[in-house]
Every structure is written in C-alpha cells, then in structure tokens.
C-alpha cells in the first residue's frame, strides 16, 4: 500500500481520482472499505485530487521524503 506521511494539508479539492488522508497518511481509495469506521475514530477523512496531492507534496515534503510518480 502506498502511503506518504504529510506535515501539512492547505486547500482541499475533491475530484474522480482521490486519495484519502487518514491520521495523516495517504490511503488509496481502493483500501479504504474497511477503514471508514477506524477513520472516524482517528479523525477527520479528507477527500483530496491527485493533482492537489502531488501540489502539496512538492510544496510542504519534497525535502523530507523523496518524490515518487503517481500512477
């Protein structure tokens, strides 16, 4: 599973392709069934496009974790 730990998260935009921020790590979507009930209780579940996603990466992380292609 893919995750990227992310020290912040500005603007949020919601589109067909999203990933799903879960105490701070990125879900894929397709994981994310069985996870809705754990997500309630670790915090707030935001929906988030690929393009803002890789945004935010290369804005607040790209020093701490190495880049990667989103697919």
């Known amino acids: 599973?893919?995750?990227?730990?992310?020290?912040?998260l500005?603007?949020?935009e919601e589109k067909e392709h999203v990933?799903?921020?879960?105490?701070?790590?990125?879900?894929l979507e397709s994981e994310i069934?069985?996870?809705r009930e754990k997500a309630g209780k670790l915090g707030e579940e935001?929906?988030?496009s690929w393009e803002k996603l890789n945004e935010i990466f290369l804005k607040e992380?790209?020093?701490d974790i190495h880049p990667f292609a989103f697919a």
């Open 1 to 8: 599973m893919e995750k990227i730990i992310v020290q912040k």
């Open 10 to 12: 500005h603007e949020i």
């Open 19 to 27: 990933k799903i921020l879960l105490a701070g790590q990125w879900i």
């Open 33 to 35: 069934a069985g996870l």
């Open 46 to 48: 935001k929906k988030v």
């Open 61 to 63: 992380v790209q020093s």
